[in-house]
């Protein structure tokens, strides 16, 4: 089994994806206040009426403690130096899977940009070339649009639907699957980019453990 280091920092200019930090709440506050309406939609929700929301320094110790274990790689997403969302592959499964699954957000004023295709496929090169995983795979609302048209940029494998699939915004909610495996992109997820968008994508992307 190949390890997973952490931290793990990637760059792909104007983006970096890096490790949440503690020094980020007041501008990650900033950020979700500021586009509360536009992500709220589709947030993560809890079917456990009781359970307290987690506060954003349990959020990060939590989110390290996982990325240590091998179990999650969560990023913040900059653009231009500035926090504008976060990346996160989760569930990352070893053994005969060797898979896990990426979820994404960015704040309103940095969508329409190309930069969620760029930062997912970063993601998936790196779980493909530094964790060595096999699969990885996007379950997306059918409603969400914006999120469908970043799969479809980056060419990902319809699986179908996921009925009931994720407790989102207070209700259980249908989620399509989609999903690429390394052997779908043997020059990897970035290459394929900008191959199908010629001038979007610049510069290689590159991994700092």
């Known amino acids: 089994m190949r390890a997973a280091p952490w931290p793990v920092t990637l760059h792909e200019p104007p983006l970096t994806l890096r490790p949440l930090r503690y020094r980020d709440a007041r501008a990650w506050d900033e950020v979700r206040r500021r586009n509360r309406d536009w992500l709220t939609p589709w947030d993560a929700t809890s079917p456990d009426p009781a359970l307290s929301p987690v506060s954003f320094r349990g959020m990060v110790r939590r989110y390290n403690a996982q990325a240590r274990m091998g179990e999650s790689l969560p990023w913040?997403?900059?653009?231009?130096?500035?926090?504008?969302?976060?990346?996160?592959?989760?569930?990352?499964?070893?053994?005969s899977a060797q898979m896990a699954h990426i979820g994404y957000w960015i704040a309103r004023e940095h969508a329409g940009h190309g930069y969620v295709p760029i930062a997912v496929a970063m993601?998936?090169?790196?779980?493909?070339?530094?964790?060595?995983?096999?699969?990885?795979?996007?379950?997306?609302?059918?409603?969400?649009?914006?999120?469908?048209?970043?799969v479809e940029k980056l060419g990902m494998r319809s699986e179908g639907v996921r009925e009931r699939y994720l407790h989102i915004d207070g209700d259980w909610r249908d989620h399509l699957s989609f999903a690429v495996t390394v052997d779908e992109v043997p020059d990897g997820m970035l290459a394929r980019l900008r191959r199908d968008t010629p001038g979007q994508v610049r510069e290689?992307?590159?991994?700092?453990?």
């Open 123 to 150: 993601a998936v090169d790196h779980c493909f070339t530094g964790l060595g995983l096999h699969r990885v795979e996007i379950n997306i609302r059918p409603e969400n649009i914006a999120s469908l048209r970043v």
């Open 204 to 209: 290689s992307s590159r991994s700092d453990p």
């Open 76 to 95: 913040a997403l900059l653009v231009r130096g500035d926090l504008a969302g976060q990346v996160n592959v989760a569930g990352i499964v070893r053994g």
